[in-house]
């Protein structure tokens, strides 16, 4: 039979180890608890107050009953009057073939076209210097010291001649009208599109300074 040697059975000091272990860890768990008594610190709670509602009671309202709006007043209506109506004539309204009818108003005519872009503008005979000396000045602008420049919008047929005129920008003071005026009465040499007159309108600005 095979004996263990006693110095290196270590079942035989299993026992004690343990004993010396268990105190050991005993130790040391009094320490910790003593040094650090507060591991977890506890969470903070807070308070919240509580609102406190007062039911207050509350009358039931009931609907009154008006009372019904009194009647209208009947309106007055004039009994008929017992003397006869005098009798009345209407006239015929019958048209007779014999009667003259007035023949219906002549048609106005279309507008006619004018051309914007064409290869010629129309010239005024004289330049635009021509225009600006036969523009008179008004007294009533003159006195209100009113300048600018005035654009008309000037409609010149094939033979040259203005036929109307637009007042585009104006200043006042009679000065569109002496513009306008001072256009009217002057000869153009009439546009030309592919050599040959036509009717064109175009903007004419015309400047009213006072000598100072």
Sequence with gaps: ??????????????????EIALIISLALIIV?????????????????????????????????NRPPPPPRPPIPIEAPSDEALDDVEIASSEMLASDDVAPPPPREEEDEVYFVAVEDLPEPV???????????????????????????????????????????????????????AAISKTKFKPGKQRGKPVKVRMSIPIRFRLNK
């Design 126 to 180: 004289g330049g635009i210097a021509a225009i600006q000396a036969a523009v008179v000045y008004p007294e009533i602008a003159k006195r209100a010291g009113v300048e600018g420049t005035v654009y008309v919008e000037a409609y010149v047929d094939e033979g040259g001649n203005v036929t109307r005129t637009k007042i585009v920008k104006g200043i006042g003071a009679g000065c569109d009208e002496a513009a306008q």
């Design 1 to 18: 039979m095979i004996r263990k040697n006693p110095e290196v059975d270590l079942r035989a000091k299993y026992q004690k180890t343990f």
């Design 32 to 64: 910790a608890f003593k040094f650090f008594p507060d591991v977890n610190p506890p969470a903070k709670i807070m308070k919240v107050e509580q609102e406190t509602f007062s039911a207050e009671d509350i009358d039931v309202t009931k609907q009154e």
